[in-house]
């Protein structure tokens, strides 16, 4: 058996949580876990996954824009009674 060192680091109390339960719930531990992304970087020489920017970076203003022009598109539509959105629902589910 090789060496063994010891590796720390700190990150997010939440984050880590929540990692570690999605690793549980596939029958490992977080270390497991950890080992299997390292030997896979050395097996791939790099990153075991894609790590690439977005071609068109969004900001806050791009989304308001957006959400803007959604609300503009629908400021001309009328209201619906509960009874006509059950109804829409119904025939959408029936068809």
Do not use: C, H, W
């Amino acid at each position: 058996m090789s060496e063994q060192v010891l590796v720390q680091f700190r990150m997010d109390k939440e984050l880590k949580q929540e990692v570690s339960e999605i690793y549980e719930e596939l029958g490992m531990d977080l270390p497991t876990a950890l080992r299997m992304f390292m030997k896979k970087s050395k097996q791939v020489r790099g990153l075991p996954f894609d790590a690439v920017l977005p071609v068109n970076r969004s900001d806050r203003s791009d989304f308001m824009s957006a959400f803007d022009a959604l609300r503009n598109e629908a400021k001309d539509i009328e209201d619906m009674s509960l009874d006509e959105i059950n109804a829409e629902i119904k025939a959408s589910r029936d068809t």
